[in-house]
């Protein structure tokens, strides 16, 4: 049963994080530290005192109730989603999928331009934002493809494409691994290339200056990721309790994550990090990490690939084809790890010229 779903935060939650912001306990902090230990202090000290006192969640929270929510229960999980109708009703459905620590917010600004021609399905993964918490282990990436497929199926679209990034693009090539017969291509604008020394390929520089890259994140693997999979309900204690903890803990991925020319601004991402607080899923959306299958899942379906210069990394096109159906490869020199956010133009632009180019779409 799908019901519609309408965000309302009690207020006394609301008064509940501004209180707990006004009593922040901070640590202190080496002279001209800088980022060499972590999130600057001043920096932080600024984001939090503005989500205080100048953040407005009333004001956001009106503006995404001005999108069409929906709620389902898939496996005794609830699934939030977003689904917006394009005026054209031939329209092919697209299937939208965040990562972490991202949510449906990820996509406001290229549900405009891409509902001209898609129908947009939107879902929040289990664990996040108003699909959470989940309160059973396993919901990996295949469990989840395998709800979006019922989803889909439940709001009656034969064929459909799948986009994602981060969490979202395995979710997403894992769709098309799933339900092969419904989905028409995958999209994503992120895609982890591993060092492959028995795939006798002869690479450029760039690409093996690529995989140096890949090789240097393996070999040093970012403290975030390493207590989120090992150890996720220790970490979510502290970003559970402490608001300025959650803020540190995502704002320090935006930071490193984006091109330094298409920044997120604050207010967008304190109304993310509102969503983590309010209802309370830093745990729940840390076991994605912790669940999620690390091997390829073969994806029979037609593959877009969209690579952002400022991502965490950079895809290897020679790699990426002994694994994909490769059909558009698409390399920008602006944007980040959070290009819907970044660079909505681009992504949205790349997104219609893959799906609208695909036979059998309709």
């Known amino acids: 049963m799908i019901k519609p779903f309408r965000i309302d935060i009690p207020q006394a939650d ?3 994080l501004a209180d707990r912001l006004s009593r922040t306990r901070w640590p202190d902090e080496v002279a001209d530290a800088g980022w060499d230990y972590g999130f600057p202090l001043a920096r932080l000290r600024e984001l939090a005192e503005y989500w205080r006192t100048g953040y407005d969640w009333r004001e956001h929270e009106a503006g995404l109730n001005e999108l069409p929510h929906f709620t389902t229960e898939i496996e005794d999980q609830t699934v939030h989603f977003v689904h917006v109708r394009s005026p054209r009703p031939d329209a092919l459905a697209l299937v939208l999928t965040h990562g972490w620590p991202g949510s449906f917010l990820e996509f406001l600004d290229v549900v405009e331009p891409l509902s001209r021609d898609f129908h947009l399905v939107i879902p929040s993964i289990p ?5 959470g918490p989940t309160r059973e282990r396993g919901w990996d990436t295949v469990r989840i493809a395998r709800a979006w497929a019922e989803l889909m199926r439940r709001l009656g679209y034969e064929r459909y494409g799948a ?14 691994a799933v339900a092969p017969e419904q989905v028409v291509g995958v999209h994503v604008n992120y895609l982890p290339t591993r060092p492959d020394p028995d795939a006798g390929i002869e690479l450029s520089e760039e690409d093996e200056a690529r995989l140096d890259k890949v090789r240097h994140l393996m070999a040093n693997r970012p403290p975030y990721q390493a207590l989120q999979a090992a150890t996720p309900q220790t970490i979510g204690y502290a970003l559970t309790d402490s608001p ?17 020319r298409s920044p997120v601004d604050d207010e967008r991402m304190l109304t993310g990090v509102s969503l983590y607080w309010l209802t309370a899923t830093a745990a729940s959306s840390a076991r994605l990490h912790r669940d999620a299958r690390r091997r390829t899942e073969p994806c029979p379906v037609p593959v877009g690939v969209a690579v952002f210069a400022h991502d965490i990394t ?3 096109r020679p790699l990426a084809e002994r694994l994909y159906d490769i059909r558009q490869w698409s390399e920008f020199e602006r944007g980040g790890h959070f290009a819907a956010m970044e660079v ?8 219609r ?3 609208l180019a695909l036979p059998g779409k309709d």
């Open 163 to 176: 986009q994602g990034g981060d969490f979202g693009s395995g979710i997403s090539t894992a769709l098309g």
């Open 127 to 131: 664990g996040y934002g108003f699909s």
């Open 14 to 16: 609301l008064d509940d």
């Open 344 to 351: 909505p133009d681009l992504l949205a632009r790349d997104v």
């Open 314 to 316: 950079q895809s290897v």
């Open 244 to 260: 300025v903890g959650q803020l540190a803990w995502i704002a320090e991925r935006f930071a490193q994550w984006t091109d330094p």
């Open 353 to 355: 010229e893959f799906f």
